[in-house]
């Protein structure tokens, strides 16, 4: 649909009347207007098709296409162009059954009087103007409305992937707590459990043994044993924790390089006796075969410390 002007505007008139089209085009050109003829409703379709005028003058009775059929196409192709009826027959009928069909005005021809012509043309123009905006103004809006809609869905599908890839991330990190978390209890655990057999035995040992010596030697083990629970072991040997008191002085005489005879001496033993304690110290670090030597084992965990 094209602008409406506000003053002059392109009128078809549609008539089978050679003389009421001339009279009309004359009359109509001279109010400024740009006017077009047809003789029949075919020619009147085909220019309204064509030139898309703003507004029809329109005959009822016309051989082949009439005035109703005309009315008809108009409404279904170009509903916001108004047509006014110009008609010989004064039936009422007919007026009404005109304005049924899509007219915006009846008049009666001849037209006696071209100032009632001119006001039914400017009313008809100045209403179809207004539809035009109020057409142009929701189409507009609709426009404005998709623009929105769209734009809002694809921020909710932003939001979605967020809320999702958010969703997967608290997964994650669930899962990650939940991994610290049992690795704390094991952790927790294990030091419990090094607690209860390890350095707990040394510890009671420690409290019951009157010896300054043999204590100094628990001491060490203990240090030993915590280093251990912490996953710093002071040194890769085995673990003394399981010696009784009289092991432990015959490890540290040992580990001063003492021969079995000087340790026997020492500890107001026989030589046998400390060699069974050799024997058992052996058992106890769970060591095998006679080409591991006690004294080098011993020696070298003193050094480490």
């Keep these: 649909m094209g602008d409406i002007p506000a003053t002059a505007a392109r009128i078809l008139v549609v008539d089978d009347d050679p003389v009421f089209r001339v009279y009309f085009a004359e009359l109509l050109g001279g109010m400024g207007h740009e006017v077009r003829t047809a003789g029949d409703g075919e020619e009147g379709l085909r220019l309204l098709?064509?030139?898309?005028?703003?507004?029809?003058?329109?005959?009822?009775?016309?051989p082949g296409l009439d005035g109703l059929?005309?009315?008809?196409?108009?409404?279904?192709?170009?509903p916001g162009v108004p047509v006014i009826v110009v008609s010989g027959t004064t039936d009422i009928r007919h007026a009404v059954g005109a304005?049924?069909?899509?007219?915006?005005d009846y008049l009666v021809k001849p037209i006696q009087d071209p100032d009632l012509l001119g006001h039914v043309l400017d009313k008809a123009l100045a209403h179809a103007r207004v539809l035009k905006e109020n057409w142009r103004y929701h189409e507009r809006l609709?426009?404005?409305?998709?623009?929105k809609t769209a734009e809002l869905t694809e921020a909710n599908e932003r939001l979605t992937q967020e809320?999702?890839?958010?969703e997967a991330m608290n997964l994650t990190l669930r899962n990650v707590l939940g991994a610290v978390e049992q690795e704390k209890r094991a952790i927790a655990g294990a030091v419990r459990c090094g607690l209860e057999a390890r350095v707990l035995p040394v510890l009671e040992k420690l409290s019951r043994e009157p010896s300054a010596e043999a204590r100094a030697g628990f001491l060490g083990v203990l240090r030993e044993e915590l280093f251990r629970l912490c996953g710093e072991p002071e040194s890769a040997g085995p673990s003394?924790?399981?010696?009784?008191?009289?092991?432990?002085?015959?490890?540290r005489y040992l580990e001063l390089g003492r021969s079995s005879k000087e340790i026997a001496d020492f500890l107001h033993c026989s030589l046998e006796t400390v060699q069974s304690?050799?024997?058992?110290?052996?058992?106890?670090?769970?060591?095998?075969?006679a080409k591991v030597n006690l004294n080098a084992l011993l020696r070298s965990r003193s050094a480490s410390r």
């Design 69 to 78: 059929a005309v009315l008809d196409a108009v409404a279904a192709e170009a």
């Design 49 to 62: 098709r064509d030139w898309a005028p703003d507004m029809l003058l329109l005959d009822l009775r016309m």
């Design 240 to 251: 003394l924790a399981g010696l009784t008191p009289t092991e432990m002085e015959v490890c």
């Design 142 to 147: 609709e426009q404005e409305v998709r623009r």
């Design 99 to 104: 304005l049924r069909r899509g007219a915006w």
């Design 277 to 289: 304690h050799r024997k058992n110290i052996r058992g106890k670090l769970g060591i095998r075969g």
């Design 163 to 166: 809320k999702a890839q958010v």
